[in-house]
């Protein structure tokens, strides 16, 4: 599985950005497609999930109400909608993959995509 994630950038407070992660792969559909970042100096996190079978999204608390990731599965991509963005959702963010179920983990993440800058600016 290749990941190829996209869309980051500078933002205000308050803005949205769309982060885009191209999948690859003859097994890609038999992954859970998650998103997590990473600030400096803190660990990596979860932030939201989905599957190419179309069950419930799962999101962090701190993505809830804010962050929307969808799917198109004939493209294979997986989109996180970030809205109201905030100072703290300043992070590297990171499309991953987890073989079959959501675990919200990083160490059970499978296969890591680059990563892509989200810098919110005041």
């Known amino acids: 599985v290749q990941l190829q994630a996209s869309g980051g950038g500078l933002v205000q407070a308050g803005g949205s950005l769309r982060l885009s992660c191209a999948a690859s792969?003859?097994?890609?559909?038999?992954?859970?497609m998650d998103w997590f970042r990473q600030a400096p100096g803190r660990e990596r996190e979860f932030v939201a999930a989905?599957?190419?079978?179309?069950?419930?999204?799962y999101y962090a608390d701190s993505a809830k109400g804010r962050f929307t990731i969808s799917r198109d599965n004939a493209n294979k991509t997986v989109y996180l909608q970030m809205n109201s963005l905030k100072l703290e959702d300043t992070a590297v963010y990171y499309c991953?993959?987890?073989?079959?179920?959501?675990?919200?983990?990083?160490?059970?993440?499978?296969?890591w995509g680059q990563g892509t800058q989200v810098t919110v600016s005041s």
């Open positions: 989905i599957t190419w079978s179309g069950g419930t999204p």
């Open positions: 792969g003859r097994t890609v559909s038999n992954y859970v």
């Open positions: 991953a993959a987890t073989y079959l179920n959501i675990r919200r983990r990083s160490d059970d993440v499978d296969y």
